[in-house]
């Protein structure tokens, strides 16, 4: 399998399996599936709302000895409602909580649009509305602090 080396010095996988649009019910049999095939990458985010389907198909593919944790290439998303600065922590750990990981590989802004923040016992993944149905409310959040809020997360080796 072909890798690209990154800035940092890691190198990523050039193939990858996306988890958008993967049912709960079947995700974490095709993350097995998908890793004892040879697939190294898998790209996911918590709006894609499978990660803790992504995390048992992961953790029975390492139990099996298919792979260890530093075989795999794990990238996920910052969702747009946690694009404060004290927001950005919690939302990691809460996706590294749910793929039962302790770092990601790579940690994206899925899209550089902040919206109001809902707490995750209010409703995860939020989506794009503050209310199920109901309008998209914009957050004043500086680019800038979510950029900081992200580097933080990399100086801690998460």
């Not at 953790?59 to 004290?86: M, N, P, Q």
């Amino acid at each position: 399998m072909s890798h690209i080396a990154l800035n940092s010095g890691h190198k990523m996988p050039t193939v990858g399996m996306g988890l958008w649009k993967i049912p709960k019910s079947v995700c974490a049999d095709q993350v097995y599936e998908a890793i004892k095939q040879g697939y190294r990458l898998l790209d996911g985010a918590c709006d894609y709302a499978n990660e803790k389907e992504t995390g048992q198909g992961i953790r029975r593919a390492i139990s099996e000895g298919l792979v260890t944790r530093e075989d795999l290439f794990i990238t996920s998303k910052l969702w747009c409602t946690y694009h404060a600065k004290e927001h950005v922590k919690p939302a990691l750990q809460k996706t590294l909580d749910d793929l039962q990981l302790e770092y990601l590989d790579l940690y994206l802004v899925h899209f550089p649009i902040a919206l109001k923040f809902v707490p995750f016992e209010e409703r995860y993944p939020p989506e794009w509305s503050h209310q199920p149905g109901g309008p998209v409310i914009p957050a004043n959040v500086p680019f800038r602090d979510t950029w900081e809020g992200m580097e933080a997360l990399a100086d801690d080796g998460l």
